[in-house]
């Protein structure tokens, strides 16, 4: 099916801008799983999918960045590898995955999950769907090329999923994925702002969103992850997060 989205005021988008600061559930009703329910409705007794993790007996969070690669993407990735945590990045196409292909590589070699943001950040509900498909379509295209694999989970830009969004996101083998803890870096260069942000609405099972695009995030990512591993929470990528389960194309993913 093909139809046309309408354009927003600014009024309305900036009233968008101020759910996305809540939470991108807390404004679109959407149907969500909690990473707990798939865990559950896994087989009992079965063995956790990826690595030694089992977050059914373990305090689990998965750390995830939205937007990159970047410049500030090979000092991330120097982090994650001295503090020995896995990520999940969702990745850009346009000026990101193209410009920095290198450090998606890496990003791969090292055990991160590479997942798929969007070509350009549209907005996929107000776009046709022919453009949602190219949308999804083209980065998947370009991370397979360069780490032998299709990205599995995708992140809408601003969380903004609706019906048509979940469909095309089945045809092309994908689920979607929220987040639980957001840090509004992108409205902020103060670290320990977005430390202190993140530690507050921490939780098990919680999806951190941050963005290595923005100058102040890198630099709290340390302080974050000795915070939360005094706290008793291991990191873990989305798909260890599910794991036994397994994310189901077509479904939304949230705590």
């Given at each position: 099916?093909?139809?046309?989205r ?6 309305v ?12 559930t807390?404004?679109a ?6 990473p707990?329910?798939?865990?559950a409705?896994?087989a009992?007794g ?12 373990a305090?689990?969070?998965a ?6 690669p ?17 990520a999940?990045?969702f ?6 995955i193209?410009?920095y292909?290198e ?12 997942a798929?943001h969007?070509?350009d ?8 769907d ?7 379509k083209?980065?998947?295209?370009a ?12 992140r809408?830009?601003?969380g903004?999923?609706?019906a ?15 987040w639980?803890?957001t ?14 942000r993140?530690l507050?609405?921490s ?9 290595d ?37 077509g ?5």
């Amino acid at each position: 099916m093909h139809r046309g989205r309408r354009r927003l005021r600014p009024a309305v988008l900036a009233a968008a801008a101020a759910c996305l600061a809540l939470t991108a559930t807390g404004c679109a009703q959407v149907d969500t799983t909690a990473p707990s329910s798939v865990r559950a409705e896994a087989a009992h007794g079965a063995p956790a999918r990826f690595g030694t993790v089992d977050c059914r007996e373990a305090k689990c969070i998965a750390l995830t960045f939205d937007a990159g690669p970047s410049e500030n993407s090979a000092r991330l990735l120097d982090i994650l590898k001295e503090k020995k945590v896995p990520a999940t990045f969702f990745l850009l196409g346009k000026r990101h995955i193209a410009t920095y292909p290198e450090l998606v590589k890496r990003m791969a070699a090292e055990g991160h999950e590479v997942a798929n943001h969007t070509w350009d950040h549209k907005i996929l509900t107000r776009i046709s769907d022919a453009e949602i498909r190219e949308e999804l379509k083209r980065p998947n295209d370009a991370i397979e090329r360069l780490i032998g694999r299709r990205p599995t989970l995708m992140r809408p830009p601003q969380g903004r999923t609706d019906a048509d969004v979940h469909r095309i996101a089945k045809e092309q083998g994908m689920a979607e994925v929220l987040w639980s803890v957001t840090a509004s870096d992108y409205a902020t260069t103060d670290s320990a702002l977005i430390k202190k942000r993140v530690l507050e609405q921490s939780s098990r099972d919680g999806i951190i969103l941050l963005h290595d695009i923005y100058q102040g995030t890198v630099p709290a990512v340390p302080g974050i992850i000795d915070a939360l591993k005094a706290r008793g929470y291991v990191f873990v990528t989305v798909p260890q997060l599910l794991a036994p389960g397994k994310a189901e194309p077509g479904k939304v993913y949230r705590p």
